[in-house]
């Protein structure tokens, strides 16, 4: 018994505290960028966006949220830059041991 409760405790050790952190965020579009299609590329739009302001302050990542890019079809409308947009903000903490362990992803952006 003893085994198996120090197996559980190294694991949850090693995995770190996981967690998930979700809030709506005002961004500006910064870029629009169009990579032209290609014979083997399909081609895509891309829209850098800054953050508008501060993050709340339970965000698991506030200082590597500048420059998030997402695709154009991520965006509800046409957005030009200097356009601000709010996005649905997800960030996961994936553990310790990792090498990045916040990913963040932006969802249902609309037009502010």
Avoid at 25 to 40: C, D, F, I
Avoid at 51 to 78: K, Q, Y
């Amino acid at each position: 018994m003893r085994r198996i409760a120090a197996v559980l405790v190294t694991c949850l050790v090693l995995t770190g505290c996981a967690g998930d952190w979700q809030s709506e965020v005002r961004l500006k579009v910064s870029k629009v960028e169009e990579q032209p299609a290609q014979p083997t590329y399909a081609g895509r739009t891309e829209v850098w966006l800054d953050l508008v302001g501060e993050l709340p302050d339970d965000a698991f990542d506030r200082e590597n949220f500048t420059g998030r890019i997402v695709e154009a079809e991520e965006v509800d409308g046409d957005v030009e830059v200097g356009d601000e947009v709010v996005c649905i903000a997800k960030q996961r903490t994936i553990g310790a041991l990792q090498t990045n362990t916040v990913q963040t992803d932006l969802l249902r952006c609309r037009k502010a």
